[in-house]
């Protein structure tokens, strides 16, 4: 059974950093892609990154290119999302998401097959 688990969501204050992090067990298989979305109080989830776990190449929404990191360690089944110059509409409960098959960048959730929990992070101003 494939399990999604986020760490590194805390309280931040504006323009500091954060590193998530998002540890994937029970993978018999390696996921074409590892997603990161969020999910604001009051607003559906939305797409933040996602990176193709082989190519390592990654897509980002505009509101967070520039500042927001993906990257994955293979070895560990685990994707990050740096993120820095926080602001305060990055607060979010971010979830991270793994997909099983598909070659394209996955940008809507249903592309995703497997979800963690959520993480909270809070960005004071």
């Known amino acids: 059974q494939v399990q999604l688990e986020e760490s590194g969501g805390r309280l931040v204050q504006a323009g500091r950093s954060l590193r998530l992090s998002c540890a994937a067990s029970?993978?018999?298989?390696?996921?074409?892609?590892m997603g990161w979305f969020r999910q604001a109080p009051g607003k559906e989830r939305e797409f933040v990154a996602t990176?193709?776990?082989?190519?390592?190449?990654?897509y980002y929404a505009d509101s967070v290119k520039g500042r927001f990191t993906i990257s994955t360690d293979n070895t560990k089944n685990t994707v990050y999302l740096q993120m820095n110059s926080l602001k305060p509409e990055d607060t979010a409960v971010y979830y991270c998401?793994?997909?099983?098959?598909?070659?394209?960048?996955?940008?809507?959730?249903?592309?995703?097959?497997?979800w963690g929990q959520g993480t909270q992070v809070t960005v004071s101003s």
């Open positions: 998401a793994a997909r099983s098959q598909g070659w394209l960048f996955a940008l809507r959730e249903y592309e995703y097959d497997y």
């Open positions: 029970g993978l018999t298989f390696s996921p074409s892609a």
């Open positions: 990176i193709r776990w082989n190519r390592g190449d990654t």
